[in-house]
């Protein structure tokens, strides 16, 4: 199973501030953790959303807005985990070396199975060929 873990932004994170060393050297260890556990498959920060554009689709003409987007709505950084089960991946996220007030989402990321007969095998197979181009 694997999850996206979203690290909810703060006013902090949009005013563009990047962590001390301290803080760097935290996530360092812990990143280090993941990867040594098989856990981490990817992990980021994310610019503040004021560099940011949104695409609203609508009919034929998809809508562009700029950003800063509202602080309730936009996240700052994220890992992709690999687990057994939701719970594993809680556990991980729970020892994040997050401050107070930082919030966190998991989200359970979709598998070729979980689509069912409407993801024909050729869709598995061309699904197949793009991760492993990715891959290479």
């Not at 979980?114 to 290479?136: H, K, M, N, Y």
Request: hydrophobic share 40%.
């Amino acid at each position: 199973m694997r999850f996206m873990i979203l690290l909810k932004a703060d006013k902090t994170t949009e005013a563009g501030v990047l962590p001390d060393t301290k803080l760097l050297t935290e996530m360092g260890k812990y990143n280090e953790e993941l990867v040594k556990a098989g856990v981490m498959q990817a992990g980021e920060g994310l610019q503040p959303s004021s560099k940011a554009v949104r695409v609203k689709f609508s009919g034929d003409n998809p809508t562009v807005t700029e950003g800063p987007f509202d602080v309730k709505e936009v996240v700052c950084g994220f890992w992709i985990f690999k687990v057994n089960s939701r719970d594993e991946a809680l556990q991980w996220a729970k020892r994040a070396p997050l401050g107070d007030g930082a919030e966190i989402e998991i989200r359970q990321i979709f598998e070729a199975e979980d689509f069912g007969a409407e993801f024909t095998p050729e869709l598995r197979d061309q699904e197949e060929r793009l991760r492993s181009q990715i891959a290479s």
